[in-house]
């Protein structure tokens, strides 16, 4: 197919951060006198953190001043950095240093792409930032996906032509976005909730090396 660059989302594909996302939003609505439920939670998936304070403040019928607002973003962007603070490569999903070992071998180039603001520090912490030639997040990007801005930098950064990239995605956005990109889009998860994409897996215990030699194959 002849692949030539790799490009990764980080929540939910290379770690499970959604967890700590869920815990600090929880925190602040019960702060601010409502519960959080896990299926609200399902709305912030690829989400920025804005956009999730403005659907939070909403569930829990809150009009906030710009004052408060600003106020809220930060508190639980430090509540999520404690947990954070915690994080260790026991973190890392299962079989993903098998791919990103493949294709350090092959030297193929390897991006990240994702609107977290925080991704340099979640790589630090779990020890793989060393794999990655290039890293876009929230501190890069205007767009949010479904737009491809995030991945079309990635692949600038990794000297790639989009339609020669793949991108691993485990939410709907994402996967747009790999498509608006016109790159090749793999989803990490539910098959039936990521039927746009070009391919499915449960997760990285499913893809095998003959894979994605396939993938880079001339």
Not at 79 to 88: C, F, T
Not at 90 to 105: G, Q, T, W, Y
Not at 116 to 142: C, H, M, Q, R, W
Not at 195 to 214: C, G
């Amino acid at each position: 197919m002849n692949i030539r660059g790799f490009i990764f989302d980080l929540d939910g594909v290379i770690v499970d951060t959604a967890k700590y996302h869920y815990l600090a939003w929880k925190n602040l609505a019960n702060e601010l006198g409502f519960e959080f439920t896990h299926e609200q939670n399902e709305l912030f998936k690829g989400v920025s953190r804005k956009r999730c304070l403005e659907i939070l403040l909403d569930i829990g019928g809150i009009t906030a001043t710009q004052e408060q607002f600003d106020r809220w973003m930060v508190e639980k962007n430090i509540d999520y950095l404690a947990y954070i603070e915690k994080m260790d490569k026991s973190e890392i999903l299962p079989d993903v240093p098998k791919v990103l070992d493949f294709l350090r071998d092959e030297n193929i180039p390897i991006a990240l792409g994702s609107a977290s603001k925080n991704a340099k520090a979640i790589l630090e912490k779990v020890e793989l930032l060393p794999y990655f030639d290039a890293l876009v997040d929230g501190n890069n990007v205007t767009k949010a996906k479904p737009d491809p801005e995030v991945f079309l930098i990635g692949a600038k950064q990794l000297g790639v032509a989009p339609e020669h990239c793949v991108v691993f995605e485990d939410a709907v956005a994402g996967i747009q976005a790999a498509n608006n990109a016109h790159m090749l889009s793999i989803g990490i998860g539910d098959k039936k909730i990521l039927s746009e994409a070009d391919y499915n897996f449960s997760d990285f215990t499913e893809i095998n090396i003959d894979f994605l030699k396939q993938l880079i194959s001339e």
